[in-house]
């Protein structure tokens, strides 16, 4: 166990060196990326702008929260795009073209290797620095405790989040197995991710139970400001362990499904 | 026996759809589903060492085989043994066991040298830094590409990428390799290299090797053996030149006239493949061709008689056509 996790860790630091080795080749390209990102991480500033000139706060919670939340929000959609978006969009592609194929032959996992061999250094450098920027400020500002469990609370909260949206977009991308082109369904995952963009508190009261206990999408960014900000409470501390390891279970076997499915293509 | 493959069958389900925006329309409510046998009870054994060729026309199924047996597809119906274990149970001991080439598919990462890919091959077959250091060493030689090894993949010629993916291929010492048309685009010094460098390397190794081409050349240089595959069915199995023997071993007779010679005197010898007047060329049975020699001669003003195998592409051809197994 300890050696298979090994060889995977030295894996995915070559896949991380590769990518990032791939991507220096083409320097406009990734120099233009860094660029773009930042201009939509300004674009994101300016949200948070607008929230404190509006004075607004949302069931009880001080303004310089959104702080945390807008910022946890932006450092996700760093890890998202950078290390899982990159890989998944590709997956219908693969399934299309039978690129998959030579794949299927590595003794490796083959949904680490799908899911995790590249990752875009363009699109998370900017969200990530943007986002922990966001995070300390607000966390200064609210006079937070900088103590090892409140860190490493928001961390714990963050990784969970991590695993929940691993795991909850990439069962869309498994429905190309049978269907081939799912862009609406993309669209529709997209815009599912978005809905982070504001603390969960701005929705009513039955979209966020949707969103937390159904498809569990606020569970990714909300849970760790929630937990540092004392707001979190001990059912959904429970959920927030339990949902990432349920939904690594459907994850699973709906791989193994999909897998099973795979025709390939020519030939 | 290394490849034991019993009654191995795969379809697919397919739709049709006729021309037109009005199908297309009427297609989103209503599909006619359609199955297609691409491989249907397919039965063979290959021995450890054993260089075999895999025929057929397109869409005959044998890239599909060559997939169900490295694991890529499950198979509708049969099964298969490779060295022992079940291709479609996919487990790693196994798949450190083979390699499968497709000419038309690549494992190397197109914007960083071959020596990136190739490592992170190593680390993924756990393959000793000392074993992997003289297999390297052993493959750019005897390929000649060392000095290709630190330049971006996307910037090799097709050959030289060729003979990349050949090398990601056989680092790991594989026992069995599938070649799926590895020299398909190839210019014929570069076909020759990889020819040359497989032959080699099966000799070296006694690698079993099960190879699908398109060129002849790569099939009669290499193999001894052939698998032939129409439609999904297994047509032949056997040796190649022995193809020409199943084919009512016939031969081919070419006459030169020094003047016009009439199309039906010539016709009685045996059947027309070409005619000019002044020359003509007779497929004739093998039996009878020295008859038939005689007979022109004495008849027809012949001033040159040649006589030939039927071209193995045309015999190979005309298995497609034949519907039960021969061999």
Known sequence: MLRSLRKYGFIYSLFIKNSLMSQMEYRVNFLMGLLVETSYLFAKFLYVIIVYEAGLTLDGVPIDAILLFIGTYTLMTGLYWGLFAINFVQIPEHVRTGSLDLLLTKPISLQFMMTLRNVDFGLAIPNVLGGVTMIVVGWRRLGLPADAASIGGFIFFLVLGLFVTYTLFLIPQLLSFWFIQIAAVNDISNGLFELNNMPMMIYSKWIQRIGVFVIPVLLITNFSPLFVLDRLHPGLFLWAILSPILLLGITRWIWSKAIRNYNSSGG | ?327
């Open chain 2, 1 to 327: 026996m290394v490849i034991h493959v019993d009654q191995l069958s795969k379809s697919f389900d397919y739709y049709k759809k006729e021309t037109g925006i009005r199908n297309s329309v009427k297609n989103l409510f209503h599909r006619e589903k359609l199955t297609k046998d691409a491989v249907n009870k397919v039965s063979f054994d290959i021995n450890e060492g054993e260089m075999v060729a895999f025929l057929g026309p397109n869409g005959a199924g044998k890239t599909t085989t060559l997939k169900m047996l490295s694991g890529i597809l499950y198979p509708s119906g049969g099964s298969a043994e490779v060295l022992g274990y079940t291709p479609w149970d996919r487990k790693n001991d196994f798949k450190k066991q083979f390699s499968i080439v497709m000419g038309q598919k690549n494992q190397l990462w197109l914007d960083l040298p071959a020596s990136d890919s190739l490592y992170l091959n190593k680390c993924i077959y756990e393959i000793g830094d000392q074993k992997y250091k003289d297999t390297l060493d052993e493959l750019v030689t005897l390929m000649d590409v060392r000095h290709l090894l630190h330049v971006q993949v996307r910037r090799l010629s097709l050959g030289e990428r060729m003979k990349m993916e050949l090398i990601a291929a056989l680092l790991h010492r594989p026992r069995i390799i599938f070649l799926d048309e590895p020299t398909i685009g190839l210019d014929l010094v570069s076909q020759k290299n990889i020819r040359e460098f497989l032959k080699a390397y099966n000799h070296e190794f006694r690698t079993t090797l099960l190879l699908t081409s398109h060129y002849m050349k790569d099939i009669e240089d290499l193999c001894k053996r052939t698998i032939v595959i129409n439609q999904g069915k297994l047509v032949y199995d056997g040796e190649i030149r022995k193809i020409n023997e199943v084919m009512n071993e016939k031969k081919r007779m070419k006459l030169t006239f020094s003047a016009i010679v009439e199309r039906k005197d010539l016709a009685v010898m045996g059947s027309i493949k070409e005619y000019s007047g002044h020359e003509v060329i007779l497929e004739v049975e093998r039996t009878k061709f020295k008859e038939y020699s005689r007979m022109a001669m004495d008849h027809f003003p012949v001033i040159d008689l040649n006589l030939e195998d039927i071209p193995l592409e045309e015999a190979i051809a005309r298995l497609y056509e034949q519907p039960e197994p021969q061999g």
